[in-house]
């Protein structure tokens, strides 16, 4: 998927889930016993709060880069940014709302943000699980990484990071004398030599889409 569309679902379902938080916080704040209309008359008295915290994360999910995908997958870094993003968020929130001299239950207003906090990681777990699922990997692209040694492993762990690219790394080619390098250590992947001739076959039977060329140096310039 394009990184760009990636980033900006996110940002859209991060949206709407402030407005469904922003609506449910409130009921949390006062109880859900009032009819139907008061509370919706209450409801859109937060309106302007809605936009400023809209126009907010739209700007901290930029500079922070909350998207939380192009660092890699990970989780506790993922909680660590949300976290961070949802603090500042409320911050200016309070600073403004006490500047403006207007008053705005600052109950409502954690409620806001403790709901924030869980749609925002819960989005971005939903979206990895989403790309981890088995409609998904079976539309997966196929690749061969073509080398050895560690850049090889650092790129199929980074693919791995980044469901998001759509790449299924299915194994590895590499010239026979790397080969039989790698098979002398205990942590290289295991391998199968094979004819020159034979990698066309080798790779129908695996399906393989695309193959990644990765170089053990790089010459001087």
């Not at 791995?160 to 790394?169: D, R």
């Amino acid at each position: 998927m394009n990184a760009s569309r990636l980033r900006r679902r996110i940002l859209i379902a991060d949206l709407a889930w402030a407005a469904v938080a922003l609506a449910a916080a409130y009921p949390l704040r006062y109880g859900i016993n009032e009819p139907v209309h008061p509370l919706w008359r209450h409801l859109s008295a937060f309106g302007v709060e809605y936009a400023a915290a809209a126009v907010l994360w739209i700007v901290l999910h930029d500079q922070l880069k909350l998207d939380s995908f192009r660092g890699g997958w990970n989780l506790p870094a993922i909680v660590s940014r949300i976290s961070l993003g949802v603090m500042s968020l409320m911050a200016i929130l309070l600073s403004a709302a006490y500047l403006a001299t207007d008053y705005v239950s600052r109950l409502v207003l954690a409620y806001f943000g403790i709901l924030l906090f869980v749609g925002f990681v819960s989005i971005r777990c939903a979206a990895r699980l989403a790309f981890k699922s088995k409609l998904v990997m079976d539309g997966r692209r196929r690749v061969v990484i073509v080398g050895t040694g560690r850049t090889a492993r650092e790129l199929a762990a980074k693919i791995e990071w980044h469901p998001e690219v759509l790449w299924n790394v299915v194994g590895y080619l590499s010239p026979f004398d790397a080969y039989m390098e790698g098979s002398e250590r205990t942590d290289a992947p295991a391998g199968l030599p094979v004819q020159t001739v034979g990698i066309v076959d080798l790779l129908k039977t695996y399906n393989v889409n695309e193959m990644i060329l990765v170089g053990t140096s790089c010459p001087p310039r």
